[in-house]
C-alpha cells in the first residue's frame, strides 16, 4: 500500500518525467493529456489481481516511473555491453515506458479495473478488482496505442513496435517479432528488448516488496487488517491530492 503523500509524489514524478524527456509540442500534448485524466489515473491499479503486482490505489503510477527507472537502468547496462545505442533515442525509450500500459485506463467512458465486489473472489483469489464488462475487450498494447492516436500523440515506428510487445514473450501475439526465423525479421534496434527487461524487472520487484515479507509476517497481513489500511489510505488519499472525480473511486475501494 502507498501512503497519500507517496501517491501526490508519485504523480509529480511522472509528470516531470514527461516534462524532462519528452520536449517540445509533443511533450506538451502528453502533458496535457494525462492532467486531463489525473483524477482517474492517479488511483489506477497496475493490476487486477493481487498475485500480480502492484494491484491497489495509485500502483498503476507507481509502476510506471519504476519503468521508466529501470529502463535507464537497462540502457545504461546495454549500451555499455555493446548494444548499438544510435538505432534509437532516449526520447523514444521514455516515451514507450511511460506509455507502455496506458491501455488499462480503458476508454473515455469505462475503466478498465473496477473494484471487485464478490467477496469470496477478494478473499480466495485475491482480487481486489475486476475487469469492467463494460469495456470492450482490446489488449492493453493495442488501446495504449488507440489512446494516443485518437489524441494526435504521435509516436515513432520504434516506440510502436516497443510498446506493442512490452509483455515480450509472455504474450504469444509477439512471436512474430522475438521470435522470428530470419535476421532480417529481427527488430532494427534493442528498444523492445530493453522495455520488456525494464517492465519485467518493475514487476518483479514490485512483486517482492508486496509479497516477501507477508510471508515472514502472516498475522500482520491477515485480510481484515490489509483492507482497514486500504480503506484509511484511500481516505486520507482524497484529501491530500485534490483531484475532482476522485470521491467516487474511492468510496468503493
Excluded at 469505462?110 to 480466495?124: G, V
Excluded at 482490446?138 to 515506428?157: K, M, T
Excluded at 481484515?224 to 467516487?248: E, W, Y
Aim: net charge negative; with cysteine.
Amino acid at each position: 500500500m502507498l501512503t497519500p503523500e507517496q501517491i501526490q509524489g508519485n504523480w509529480e514524478t511522472f509528470i516531470n518525467n514527461i516534462i524532462k524527456y519528452i520536449p517540445g509540442e509533443r511533450g506538451e500534448a502528453l502533458t496535457q493529456f494525462y492532467t486531463e485524466h489525473e483524477a482517474r489515473l492517479i488511483m489506477m491499479p497496475a493490476s487486477h489481481k493481487k498475485e500480480y503486482h502492484s494491484a491497489y490505489p495509485g500502483g498503476y503510477v507507481d509502476h510506471v516511473n519504476r519503468v521508466v527507472r529501470c529502463a535507464l537502468h537497462q540502457y545504461e547496462i546495454w549500451v555499455e555491453e555493446g548494444v548499438d545505442g544510435s538505432t534509437f533515442t532516449l526520447e523514444e525509450l521514455i516515451f514507450s515506458a511511460i506509455n507502455h500500459d496506458l491501455g488499462k485506463l480503458g476508454d473515455e467512458n469505462h475503466d478498465s479495473y473496477i473494484p471487485q465486489t464478490d467477496q469470496w473472489r477478494k478473499e480466495k483469489l485475491g482480487e481486489d478488482y475486476t475487469f469492467n464488462k463494460e469495456l470492450p475487450f482490446a489488449s492493453v498494447p493495442d488501446r495504449s496505442l488507440f489512446w494516443l492516436q485518437s489524441n494526435g500523440i504521435q509516436y515513432s515506428f520504434n516506440e510502436m513496435i516497443a510498446i506493442q510487445t512490452h509483455d515480450g514473450l509472455f504474450d504469444e501475439a509477439n512471436k512474430k517479432y522475438l521470435m522470428p526465423w530470419g535476421p532480417e525479421q529481427k527488430p532494427r534496434t534493442s528498444l523492445p528488448y530493453i522495455l520488456h527487461m525494464a517492465d519485467l524487472m518493475a514487476a518483479r520487484i514490485e512483486f517482492e516488496i508486496e509479497w516477501l515479507p507477508k510471508f515472514s509476517g502472516p498475522e500482520a497481513n491477515s485480510p481484515k487488517v490489509q483492507s482497514s489500511k486500504k480503506h484509511k489510505t484511500s481516505q486520507k488519499a482524497l484529501s491530500s491530492v485534490g483531484s475532482p472525480g476522485l470521491q467516487g473511486m474511492l468510496d468503493n475501494l
